[in-house]
Each structure stands twice: as structure tokens, then as C-alpha cells.
């Protein structure tokens, strides 16, 4: 892959995978979890976007790139989790916190590669919502190089004058 986003998502993706076994789905954030009905992904799953990028130009058609990791995790709804209800139950039902702790230890100073900086939290959101799905939105700043429309540069070869003639330094 080319695009610096399309290496982030699949180093994401695979951190992930082998790191939070319990997350059962991983994917793109195509809007998924806006659905009105059930959404169509399974649970608990993350879903990665890249948001609110800026770029500085560094010279020579090379820029910076900061923006935000977003990763939504979401959660189908278990049971209630009120001072009433069994032990038992209220753990299953808060469980999403420990897949959550999991899941931010895992990404938290964690680096996608060489050409990317490091992933650090900046915020945790909870998205509201109308049904009993469970959304909860992690931020990670992070920022990289882009040389990829930095001009070829050619040299021409050093040359010196003695005695009147030009020649080649090699």
C-alpha cells in the first residue's frame, strides 16, 4: 500500500487483532454504527477513522501530517448494571470498561511503523445513543512525513579546472 492511512489502518488492525483477542470485529468506520436498526457488525467490535488532519509544508513539497486516530468500540447491550441488580450481572454488564483498558493499553505510545509517530490518547467519549448499544470513542493523535511528492533530485557531477582543462571529480 501507498497511502499512509491505508498502512496506519492495517498496522492498527493487526495490533489489534493479536493484542485484544476479545474483540471479535475490526473494520473501517463507514458508519456502521449510526444504523437505526441493530447494526451490522459483530460484538464487540472497533471500527478505525482518520479525522481533523492538518498539514505543514516542511520544503520542498514535503509536509507534516498530525490528525486523530478515532476508534469507536462498540458493545452489545448485556444487562443493567444498578446498585439492584446481582453482582454477577453488574460485572458482565461494566465489562466493556476492561475491553476498553485493554484496548487503550494496547494502543497507548504503541508506533504503527517506522515512517509514523506514536499513538497518544487525547480524549474518551461516550457517543449517546436512543437504542442499548454501547459506543465508546477513543482518540489518538499521531503524525508523520510525507515525502511521497518530493521531487526526484539528479546532480551534476563535480567538475575541476586544472590547468586550464575541465575535469571530472568522481
Known amino acids: 500500500m501507498n497511502s499512509p492511512f491505508a498502512n496506519i489502518f492495517l498496522a492498527i488492525q493487526q495490533q489489534i487483532k493479536t493484542s485484544v483477542t476479545a474483540i471479535t470485529y475490526i473494520d473501517q468506520d463507514l458508519g456502521q454504527l449510526k444504523s437505526a436498526t441493530r447494526p451490522p457488525v459483530p460484538w464487540p467490535c472497533v471500527l478505525i477513522d482518520f479525522e481533523d488532519f492538518d498539514f505543514d509544508n516542511m520544503g ?3 509536509q507534516t501530517a498530525k490528525g486523530t ?3 469507536r468500540l462498540g458493545f452489545a447491550p448485556y444487562s443493567n448494571s444498578s446498585q439492584v ?7 458482565q454488564a461494566l465489562g466493556y470498561y476492561d475491553l476498553e483498558w485493554a484496548l487503550h493499553q494496547t494502543m497507548q505510545g504503541w508506533c504503527p511503523g517506522t515512517d509514523y509517530g506514536s499513538l497518544i490518547r487525547t480524549s474518551a467519549t461516550t457517543q ?3 437504542d ?7 482518540r489518538y493523535s499521531i503524525a508523520f512525513e510525507d515525502y511521497s511528492t518530493k521531487p ?8 575541476l579546472i586544472v590547468n586550464d582543462e575541465i575535469q571530472l571529480v568522481s
Open 60 to 62: 520542498s513539497n514535503v
Open 69 to 71: 486516530v478515532v476508534l
Open 85 to 91: 441488580t446481582p453482582t454477577a450481572y453488574t460485572q
Open 128 to 130: 449517546k445513543r436512543t
Open 132 to 138: 442499548n448499544y454501547r459506543v465508546r470513542e477513543l
Open 152 to 159: 526526484e533530485q539528479s546532480f551534476a557531477p563535480a567538475s
